[in-house]
């Protein structure tokens, strides 16, 4: 699939700050001193307040920063299921923590549970109104919701300290045929990545004053299928992952197979079938179950992670390297997705090598004859 496939789902999966002790050190996927993009000057320590106790307000807040390091720890692997409870038992500990209201928030973009993800991005714009990675997050998801106007209000407030709001910026000005201000963006972009193909693609639209209608349809939110929007899930399938991360995996199956015969397009039981088939041992099933779910829900997601992971895994490396790619090519920064990334192309390229100087050999050798 094609890095541009993934960029579409990288204006509304674009995620605005990594792990980090503070909302200082991180806004757009990448340690900010590191990524030379500045600051956002809010630490997630606060005072004790006038009338609580001290030793217990402090308590809270390194029990807070504590719980928000493991949320994102949890999130550099993909897991923001995981990640979502520690996020949200540390904005209870500390509901002025900014950076624990920004990983809530995140962590329920990513479970597209966009409603009470506003409300967690809102929360900490309250608090420091130009947080980077919240504003970012919220101008994602209106323009997930084809709610342009309100996604522009926040994405160019998030513009000056998140890249990743850029693209969102740049397609929404492409779709709606503001062609200077997608110039714009795209110029940004495409100074900030100039080896990607598909932003010197977006620039030469905008320069031409044209949309092509393939372009148009690749750069357009997404429509989200019921299984991605608001609605929670069941409490079957809920059981059945309980029964999962105890080690049930038969039970658990047989659970997620019934909720997918009644609800085909519930993600969740889907993605449940295939974890516990993977488990069982039934890898190729578990496999042709993500690859199911990726075509129909082309983001990055938890198919996606499983797909790269599996495929690397079963040493099918050249499988593996296109999931990485999106996985990389989606904010926020993933180390480990990049290692991983790197270390499926050194297999691929060993094994090509191999193979040439395996035909050299067999050449010379008829030559000699």
């Avoid at 789902?9 to 980090?20: F, K, M, R, T, Y």
């Avoid at 409870?85 to 920004?102: H, I, M, Y």
């Avoid at 296109?322 to 920064?333: F, G, N, S």
């Amino acid at each position: 699939m094609s890095t541009i496939v993934t960029l579409v789902l990288s204006g509304w999966l674009a995620a605005g700050a990594p792990e980090g002790t503070s909302d200082q050190q991180s806004v757009d996927g990448a340690s900010l001193d590191a990524a030379g993009q500045g600051q956002v000057a809010e630490n997630t320590t606060q005072k004790p307040e006038q009338n609580q106790s001290p030793e217990h307000t402090l308590a809270n807040i390194e029990k807070a920063e504590t719980l928000t390091q493991e949320g994102w720890q949890l999130s550099r692997q993909g897991q923001w299921g995981s990640a979502e409870p520690k996020f949200l038992q540390a904005v209870r500990l500390d509901p002025e923590s900014t950076g624990a209201l920004n990983g809530l928030g995140w962590s329920r973009f990513y479970a597209r549970n966009w409603n009470r993800a506003i409300e967690a991005f809102e929360k900490c714009i309250a608090l420091a109104p130009d947080h980077a990675a919240a504003l970012n997050g919220l101008g994602q998801i209106y323009y997930a919701k084809s709610d342009f106007k309100k996604a522009l209000g926040y994405l160019n407030k998030a513009a000056p300290n998140a890249p990743a709001s850029w693209w969102a910026l740049a397609k929404i000005h492409l779709l709606e045929g503001n062609w200077g201000e997608a110039e714009k963006w795209c110029k940004k972009i495409v100074a900030d990545q100039p080896e990607n193909a598909d932003a010197r693609q977006m620039l030469a639209a905008a320069e031409a004053n044209k949309l092509p209608d393939w372009l148009r349809r690749l750069i357009a939110p997404p429509k989200l299928p019921l299984s991605l929007t608001d609605e929670p899930i069941n409490g079957d399938v809920t059981r059945a992952w309980k029964l999962f991360h105890r080690g049930r995996f038969r039970t658990a199956e047989v659970i997620f197979r019934e909720q997918f015969k009644k609800y085909p397009n519930n993600f969740a039981a889907q993605n449940g079938l295939a974890c516990c088939l993977k488990a069982e041992g039934k890898v190729d099933e578990a496999l042709a179950l993500w690859e199911n779910l990726q075509l129909d829900n082309p983001g990055v997601n938890m198919a996606t992670y499983s797909l790269a992971e599996t495929y690397l895994e079963q040493k099918e490396y050249a499988k593996s390297i296109p999931y990485w790619e999106k996985i990389v090519a989606t904010p926020p920064e993933n180390a480990a997705a990049k290692a991983s990334l790197e270390v499926a192309k050194a297999k691929v390229a060993e094994a090509k090598a191999k193979a040439a100087a395996e035909r050299a050999k067999v050449g010379a050798n008829s030559e000699s004859d």
